[in-house]
């Protein structure tokens, strides 16, 4: 099993572009989550879907927006980029119940200049 | 919105040493789980904690909870540079899926 695997693994952008993630699970969780890491704050969670269809806001949504048009698979857009953007991101999926152990990809690490 | 606080903020040590890191919250806990998150790739999940005073070993780590759910600490005995990484404490709502995270304790273990 791949697990929980992010594409690109890198990316630079200018001001103003545009772009997709892309995050697929292989292991039919229902839920999945998009999060950004920037120095000294941890995760901070951006949106995230609690099945197939459905999506929500989390902390920090602002300049991002997700679509899970299938279960396995979780896309974050940037419309239009900006340098506060510049971060690594990492996609995330969950069971249902249980222990709520959250498995995490590999990330993808974003510049916006 | 729960905050959680960790310190320290980083942590450098010699092979062998021991360590704590601490994770605290002025609300209470669900549920508390430890991920470590080596460069380069995604935080991996260590423990997760659900009752008050509940303490976990795995292997060289001690995990415990705190008895009013308020506040947890990781407990690194003899460590080794394989135990270098960003250590993250995450907490669980009540009614939900979703996690915080707190900022982490980066830790190096140096040979």
């Known amino acids: 099993n791949a697990g929980v695997t992010q594409t690109p693994k890198f990316r630079v952008l200018k001001t103003g572009q545009s772009m997709t993630l892309l995050c697929a699970q292989d292991m039919n969780h229902e839920y999945m989550y998009w999060y950004r890491q920037d120095p000294g704050m941890g995760l901070r969670l951006i949106h995230y879907s609690v099945g197939e269809g459905t999506t929500a806001k989390g902390e920090v949504p602002d300049g991002y927006n997700v679509s899970r048009l299938k279960k396995q698979n979780f896309l974050l857009g940037l419309e239009s980029a900006a340098p506060s953007q510049t971060s690594v991101y990492f996609c995330?999926?969950?069971?249902?119940?249980?222990?709520?152990?959250?498995?995490f990809g590999p990330g993808t690490r974003l510049t916006v200049t | 919105t729960q905050l959680l606080e960790q310190s320290p903020q980083f942590l450098s040590i010699q092979e062998g040493e021991n360590l704590t890191v601490y994770c605290n919250s002025s609300?209470?806990?669900?549920?508390l789980q430890w991920y470590r998150q080596e460069p380069g790739e995604g935080p991996v999940l260590l423990v997760t904690?659900?009752?008050?005073?509940e303490v976990k070993k795995l292997k060289r780590l001690t995990f415990q909870f705190g008895d009013a759910r308020k506040d947890s600490s990781l407990h690194i005995t003899a460590a080794q540079p394989g135990d270098t990484g960003l250590y993250l404490c995450a907490s669980r709502k009540a009614a939900g899926n979703k996690l915080t995270f707190g900022g982490g304790t980066r830790v190096l273990v140096k040979p």
């Open positions: 995330a999926s969950s069971a249902a119940g249980g222990s709520y152990e959250q498995y």
């Open positions: 904690v659900v009752t008050g005073g």
């Open positions: 609300s209470v806990f669900s549920s």
